[in-house]
């Protein structure tokens, strides 16, 4: 839900955001720190309700920062800790969030199945995507969510893309690391930018 409100000449664009229940104490945190610094950082104003699980923003100052504030708190909606969550603030940092409800239909083991393969045995897969791409993954529910800047969330996302294909995990091991070196030379390229 979004709509605009006009208070004398500034514009303020309320948006509601629906969060897992069972995440919605992570995005108020210990004595509502979490809530604080995303309002701060941000330049909002969170309106937690937690018996509809939905949680309002009203954009106080820059637009950015709030849309920034948005993405964080759906980052922590989607099993990131704030921490993590929190990197979004940084410069050309981004969420990516991909549901498997377009590969099977929702519960289905399906579902299961890929997420299964996308942790790998003891989280062997996404340790190695992270690694490899310097993203941040979770898989919550029916989706699974990058945090990274364009380049790592765009290599994590082809990975992710495979394994839900059935490429197997050394074909995409393969693909990460002959990403890795171009991200590093990439990444050397735009510091001397």
């Not at 062997?124 to 699974?144: F, Q």
């Not at 393969?174 to 990439?186: G, H, I, M, S, V």
Request: with cysteine.
């Amino acid at each position: 839900m979004e709509t605009i409100v006009i208070c004398g000449e500034i514009e303020m664009f309320l948006e509601a955001i629906r969060v897992p229940k069972d995440r919605i104490k992570v995005v108020i945190g210990k004595d509502g720190e979490v809530k604080k610094k995303i309002e701060e950082m941000g330049e909002v104003k969170l309106t937690i309700d937690t018996a509809e699980a939905e949680v309002s923003i009203d954009q106080l100052g820059d637009a950015v920062k709030s849309s920034i504030a948005k993405n964080v708190v759906q980052a922590i909606g989607r099993g990131f800790n704030p921490g993590k969550a929190m990197l979004l603030f940084e410069e050309n940092m981004q969420l990516v969030i991909i549901s498997l409800r377009e590969f099977a239909k929702p519960g289905s083991s399906k579902i299961t199945q890929i997420k299964a393969r996308v942790i790998g045995t003891g989280g062997k897969t996404r340790a190695i995507i992270e690694e490899l791409t310097g993203s941040y993954l979770s898989v919550y529910g029916d989706t699974i969510s990058i945090i990274g800047d364009y380049l790592a969330v765009t290599y994590a996302e082809e990975a992710i893309n495979m394994i839900i294909n059935g490429k197997k995990h050394r074909t995409v091991y393969a693909f990460l690391e002959k990403r890795a070196r171009e991200l590093k030379y990439k990444r050397i390229e735009e510091s001397f930018g």
